[in-house]
C-alpha cells in the first residue's frame, strides 16, 4: 500500500510540474477595439472578448508581464496600418534590456515598416530608462534601401544630401509610442519621459 501510494504521489507531482512548465510557457494574449482613421489608430475598449467583425490589437505578453508584440487588424482580420505610416506598422515589436526598451516597427512578420526615402521616418526607436523608470534618452534608427547600381547610389546620396540640412532635433514623443495600444505595457508600468 504504502509503495502504491508513493508512486501516485510522484505520478501526480510529475503531471504538476509538466502542466505548470506548459502554462509558463504559453503566451497571454490580449484583444483590444481599435478604430482606424484616415491618419491614426484610436483605441475604444481594452480587453474585449469577441473580435468578429471589429477592427482589434493583439497584445502579446511576455513572461515578465510586458508587452512583447502589438498587432494592429483590420475588420475582416487582415493585418493593417492608418495613414501615412508617419509612426508604426501593422506589427510592433518589443525587446527589454536593462533599462532599455527596443521598439520595431513592421509591415508583416519579417518586412520592416519603414525606409527613410519613402517616409523619411524610424523603424526602430529605443528608449533609454533610468533606475525610476523614466525615459532619459530616446534614439531612432533608420532603414535606407537602394539596389547596388551607380545610379542608384547617385539617387540616394542625392537624397541623403537633401536631408542633410535637416539636423536631428530631437523627438517629440514623451512616452513609449506602441505602449498606448498595449494593455500590459512594461508589467504596468509606462515610462514617460523625464522632464
Same mark, same amino acid.
Given at each position: 500500500?504504502?509503495?502504491?501510494?508513493?508512486?501516485?504521489?510522484?505520478?501526480?507531482?510529475?503531471?504538476?510540474?509538466?502542466?505548470?512548465?506548459?502554462?509558463q510557457?504559453?503566451?497571454?494574449?490580449?484583444?483590444?477595439?481599435?478604430?482606424?482613421?484616415?491618419?491614426?489608430?484610436?483605441?475604444?475598449?481594452?480587453?474585449?472578448?469577441?473580435t468578429?467583425?471589429?477592427?482589434?490589437?493583439m497584445?502579446?505578453?511576455?513572461?515578465?508581464?510586458?508587452?512583447?508584440?502589438?498587432r494592429?487588424?483590420?475588420?475582416?482580420?487582415?493585418?493593417?496600418?492608418?495613414?501615412?505610416?508617419?509612426?508604426?506598422?501593422?506589427?510592433?515589436?518589443?525587446?527589454?534590456?536593462?533599462?532599455?526598451?527596443?521598439?520595431?516597427?513592421?509591415?508583416?512578420? #519579417?518586412?520592416?515598416?519603414n525606409?527613410?526615402?519613402?517616409?523619411?521616418?524610424?523603424?526602430?526607436?529605443?528608449?533609454?530608462? #533610468?533606475?525610476?523608470?523614466?525615459?532619459?534618452?530616446?534614439?531612432q534608427?533608420?532603414?535606407?534601401?537602394?539596389?547596388?547600381?551607380?545610379?542608384?547610389?547617385?539617387?540616394?546620396?542625392?537624397?541623403?544630401?537633401?536631408?542633410?540640412?535637416?539636423?536631428?532635433?530631437?523627438?517629440?514623443?514623451?512616452n513609449?509610442?506602441?505602449?498606448?495600444?498595449?494593455?500590459?505595457?512594461? #508589467?504596468?508600468?509606462n515610462?514617460?519621459?523625464?522632464?
Amino acid at each position: 500500500m504504502n509503495k502504491t501510494l508513493k508512486f501516485i504521489s510522484l505520478i501526480l507531482i510529475g503531471v504538476l510540474i509538466l502542466t505548470s512548465f506548459g502554462l509558463q510557457n504559453e503566451p497571454k494574449i490580449l484583444f483590444h477595439k481599435i478604430r482606424f482613421t484616415a491618419s491614426s489608430v484610436e483605441l475604444e475598449k481594452w480587453n474585449i472578448k469577441d473580435t468578429t467583425g471589429t477592427a482589434f490589437v493583439m497584445e502579446t505578453l511576455d513572461n515578465y508581464g510586458r508587452t512583447k508584440e502589438l498587432r494592429f487588424y483590420n475588420w475582416k482580420h487582415q493585418l493593417d496600418w492608418a495613414g501615412s505610416g508617419f509612426y508604426g506598422g501593422s506589427i510592433i515589436n518589443y525587446d527589454y534590456e536593462k533599462n532599455k526598451i527596443i521598439e520595431t516597427f513592421f509591415s508583416s512578420d #519579417n518586412e520592416i515598416a519603414n525606409d527613410f526615402k519613402t517616409s523619411e521616418v524610424p523603424y526602430r526607436h529605443i528608449y533609454f530608462l #533610468n533606475d525610476n523608470n523614466q525615459i532619459v534618452d530616446l534614439k531612432q534608427i533608420y532603414k535606407i534601401d537602394f539596389e547596388w547600381t551607380k545610379e542608384s547610389f547617385e539617387e540616394t546620396i542625392k537624397h541623403l544630401e537633401f536631408y542633410k540640412n535637416y539636423p536631428d532635433e530631437g523627438s517629440d514623443l514623451h512616452n513609449v509610442f506602441g505602449y498606448s495600444y498595449g494593455f500590459a505595457k512594461m #508589467n504596468g508600468i509606462n515610462p514617460k519621459r523625464k522632464k
